[in-house]
């Protein structure tokens, strides 16, 4: 179908409206430039009535898309794809309706809008770093959001540049004063305002055409959701850190209920971190809630990893319980407990990052079992030792972060070479083994759940962070810190090392987390600097890159739904840097509820 080509009309519709015999709409289309050029992987996205949701897909090689939605009444249809002008139209669509919807996007000339529409990884990629402060900047100032999106690179003069970092420092960015003063430099020259002049390579896979990404949006503009976890009941539960409530999606109804965690009334806002400047208005709470894990009776245990505590959940009758784990000799113990993972016997383990240690929990009789890690060092050992003691005596002096002053990664000049920090831990399923990853030593390491006797290995690249088992024993590990995914054999323990792909040169990626799926063995990874999500196939050696339908994206822990969707929640903090300023649940489809006719083509010409 030939489209006639107008700058001024940016969408089309054939206007084809008839009634089906199904209680959902149907949408299908092509999506195309002004030069009637078929866009091959475009992003289309629906947005509800209420502007609370939205459903999107990607376009095939010719430029087609298709989306069964139950959205109805006044919704909103638009068109994305890189180096053009979104393009937005208002429908009106019944549990009938069935549309086909052209859609024409005009390409960017100017150079601002051009910059301003590329992700964040394309602006931090023109900092330039003295000696080693760019590993420095990676793996300190990545923990919690991008660096070079519309938020984190507005221009600022050096003094306040020098605040913001400092005030990072107070959110656990372990730099010496000279890797300050690096930072510092690079973000005051480098984010200067001035458009970037990047092409960036965007790869188109055919599967693309085949998925879907609902997004819900979930709590406010000052909430943390750090983790998602799919129930039981095909429900989500995200964990708010900062207002210590737990959000549960019914993905049936859209309904979202609050369960706040009880305990932390009239307490010190950061638990145990009090003494920290922890972020103002965000982390509002006492628990923090991390992560969460589910057993075979349906209770759910969350690290609430700033109050030092267990809490046990009842998803049937929304009650807690909250565990206080032994804080013992000075202080040293239960210093943030992280990520959590249930075994075959229903027992829960835990790393707990800043004393270095993996905790087991009987949840029949809720006694915690203590692996100590190796030091690796005598700088390490000390903080080991003496962390406690120095947050303790930064309780004294409330959001003053005098523990700062008082640890030796600042008066040593030793940066984040002091801690270890175990971090994500998974269970092998072929013999029960337990396996984490050391953020900040570089390791990794196997506990023997019956011996406890651990035992450690170098990873051959650095940042190893939320690790996950497949089930043939691969244990697949994300470099943070040199963009890498590591596949460990545990049997002959080797290494297969891949690097994953970026967009364009200079750029790096921070995978934070990633998930095996059970019967693919496909690997899914948070690509989060640059807005995507990567797919790794090991049976043939490549990725399939999705990117998101919403900027500022990142996704701290993928879980699985019982019919292979991929599911998680958008937690860059602060919130409001998301384009849709809230934080949200997402969902990837790879498969494309009702993508394709049973004839195996799409409905669209």
Request: net charge negative; with cysteine.
């Amino acid at each position: 179908m030939l489209l006639k080509s107008s700058y001024k009309i940016l969408a089309i519709a054939a206007g084809l409206l008839v009634a089906q015999q199904s209680h959902s709409a149907t949408l299908s289309g092509r999506v195309v430039t002004t030069e009637q050029t078929a866009l091959a992987g475009a992003i289309v996205t629906l947005w509800n009535e209420a502007k609370n949701q939205k459903l999107s897909t990607y376009t095939d090689a010719q430029g087609r898309y298709q989306l069964e939605t139950d959205f109805t009444g006044k919704v909103t249809l638009r068109g994305r794809s890189p180096y053009y002008r979104d393009t937005n139209l208002d429908l009106e669509l019944t549990d009938t309706t069935v549309l086909k919807q052209h859609l024409l996007l005009e390409k960017l000339t100017d150079e601002k809008e051009i910059s301003d529409s590329l992700p964040a990884s394309a602006h931090v990629a023109k900092l330039e770093f003295d000696g080693e402060g760019r590993s420095a900047f990676i793996t300190q100032c990545n923990y919690c959001h991008q660096q070079g999106n519309m938020l984190t690179r507005n221009p600022r003069t050096e003094e306040a540049w020098s605040d913001t970092v400092r005030r990072m420092e107070g959110y656990f960015a372990l730099l010496t004063y000279e890797e300050h003063n690096q930072v510092v430099k690079a973000l005051h020259e480098g984010f200067d305002g001035s458009p970037i002049k990047v092409k960036q390579t965007q790869d188109y896979s055919p599967e693309l055409a085949q998925a879907t990404v609902h997004e819900w949006h979930v709590a406010g503009p000052l909430s943390f959701v750090h983790d998602a976890v799919v129930g039981q009941n095909g429900n989500l539960y995200g964990l708010d850190e900062g207002t210590d409530i737990v959000w549960e999606l019914d993905r049936e109804t859209d309904e979202i209920t609050p369960h706040k965690i009880p305990g932390g009334e009239g307490k010190d806002r950061g638990g145990r971190f009090s003494g920290f400047q922890l972020p103002i208005g965000i982390f509002s709470g006492y628990h923090g809630p991390h992560s969460a894990a589910q057993i075979e009776d349906g209770r759910m245990y969350v690290t609430n990893a700033l109050s030092g505590t267990i809490g046990e959940f009842n998803p049937e009758t929304a009650e807690w319980i909250v565990h206080d784990i032994p804080e013992g000799f000075l202080w040293r113990k239960g210093l943030y407990p992280h990520t959590i993972r249930a075994d075959k016997d229903n027992n829960v383990w835990f790393t707990v990052l800043a004393s270095n240690m993996v905790l087991k929990m009987d949840t029949t009789t809720g006694e915690f079992t203590e692996v100590d890690l190796p030091s690796n060092g005598a700088l390490r050992w000390a903080t080991d030792v003496f962390a406690g003691l120095t947050f303790k005596i930064g309780e004294l002096f409330p959001e003053a972060n005098s523990a700062l002053f008082l640890s030796h990664h600042k008066w040593l000049n030793q940066g984040r070479d002091i801690y270890n920090w175990p971090y994500g831990i998974d269970i092998n399923p072929v013999d029960g083994g337990i396996w984490y990853g050391k953020l900040l030593a570089n390791k990794i390491g196997h506990i023997d759940p019956d011996t406890l006797e651990v035992t450690e290995y170098d990873t051959p690249f650095k940042g190893p962070r939320r690790l996950r088992f497949g089930k043939d024993g691969i244990l697949w590990i994300p470099s943070f810190d040199e963009g890498m995914l590591m596949a460990f054999d545990t049997k002959t323990k080797t290494y297969e090392n891949i690097a994953l792909p970026v967009m364009s040169e200079n750029e790096y990626e921070v995978p934070y987390a990633l998930n095996v799926h059970e019967h693919t063995g496909d690997v899914w990874i948070a690509a989060n600097n640059s807005d995507r999500v990567l797919r790794y196939i090991p049976s043939e050696k490549r990725f399939i890159s999705y990117p998101m339908p919403s900027r500022v994206v990142w996704f701290r822990d993928f879980e699985f739904t019982k019919d292979g969707q991929v599911c998680t929640s958008n937690s860059n903090l602060p919130a409001y840097a998301h384009e849709d300023g809230v934080p949200a649940f997402f969902c990837i489809d790879p498969e494309g509820v009702g993508k394709l006719h049973n004839d195996g083509h799409f409905a669209a010409n």
